[in-house]
């Protein structure tokens, strides 16, 4: 694959490797009488890269060669899917510490690269109740805002797009309530507003409900998906609530491949207005 940002020309070489599988088995109930099925499907990931840009840093060329997105992914899905646990790690932080060469991109620290995620990328835990054409969630632990588009590392790619910061809020301490009916859904979060400032770093558990994001979803048939979402952080910059506040607009529009069966993968294109900054309210939304 070949490149282009800002000018650099940066041809990129990988290998990807996958790996997946399902397991699943009956339970007994509290009672004893009926089993209460239970599934715990995993998966596993890498992808190997040399990025070749020139210029890079100091106006001269650089080639690098790394490991990526070394993630071990696993959930555990119980009483036909109404309750739901899955979690990610993420091995950059050993792989990538110092960063991934990649013109153009920015964030936590980094410059024409892209930082490692942290260890502890996603553990959720979900309860769903549906009747009828309704239904509702209820989601707690550590994860993604409900805005802007799912995380990139959900669908095969090579490079992490330049404006990965703008297209999601990753590796939050989140409470998020959806509710649906029929082709129509919203998700409203609350979250910490603070950046990761390392792999290892967790959510400051101080902040959590400081920032908040709203999501509105429609599939109006044949595959198709459009999404709007909202969002305000606290401080994102600055883990004590000193910095600037942002506010976050976006719109995405998908469509399945497999033209709406089964779950086959996503084509999506998303628009994410730059964020705009205010001085910091602690909390004056």
């Not at 000018?7 to 070489?13: E, I, K, S």
């Not at 835990?125 to 990139?152: I, Q």
């Amino acid at each position: 694959m070949r490149g282009c940002l800002r000018g650099v020309r940066a041809p990129v070489l990988a290998g990807a490797a996958l790996l997946a599988g399902p397991a699943a088995a009956a339970g007994q109930g509290a009672g004893g009488g009926g089993g209460v099925e239970r599934s715990w499907p995993w998966g596993a990931q890498a992808v190997a890269v040399v990025t070749h840009a020139s210029p890079a840093f100091a106006g001269e060329a650089r080639t690098e060669a790394v490991l990526t997105q070394p993630a071990l992914t696993a959930a555990l899905r119980a009483w036909g899917g109404r309750l739901e646990l899955k979690g990610m790690a993420n091995l950059e932080g050993l792989t990538i510490a110092g960063g991934e060469l990649s013109p153009g991109v920015w964030g936590e620290g980094f410059v024409d690269k892209r930082h490692p995620h942290t260890l502890l990328h996603e553990v959720v835990g979900t309860l769903r109740l549906a009747r009828g054409r309704a239904a509702a969630s209820l989601t707690v632990g550590k994860g993604f805002a409900p805005y802007g588009t799912d995380d990139p590392m959900s669908r095969p790619f090579v490079k992490f797009p330049v404006n990965h910061h703008l297209a999601q809020i990753p590796e939050r301490a989140v409470v998020i309530g959806a509710v649906r009916y029929g082709p129509a859904a919203l998700e409203v979060g609350v979250f910490n507003g603070d950046e990761p400032e390392g792999p290892r770093d967790m959510p400051a558990v101080d902040r959590v409900g400081d920032s908040w994001a709203a999501r509105a979803t429609l599939w109006p048939g044949a595959g198709l998906e459009v999404s709007a979402s909202h969002a305000w952080l606290n401080s994102p910059e600055h883990v004590g609530g000193a910095g600037l506040d942002r506010r976050m607009w976006s719109a995405a529009a998908g469509v399945r491949l497999d033209g709406g069966a089964g779950h086959g993968r996503m084509g999506r294109y998303g628009v994410a207005r730059p964020p705009i900054a205010h001085a910091s309210g602690h909390g004056g939304h």
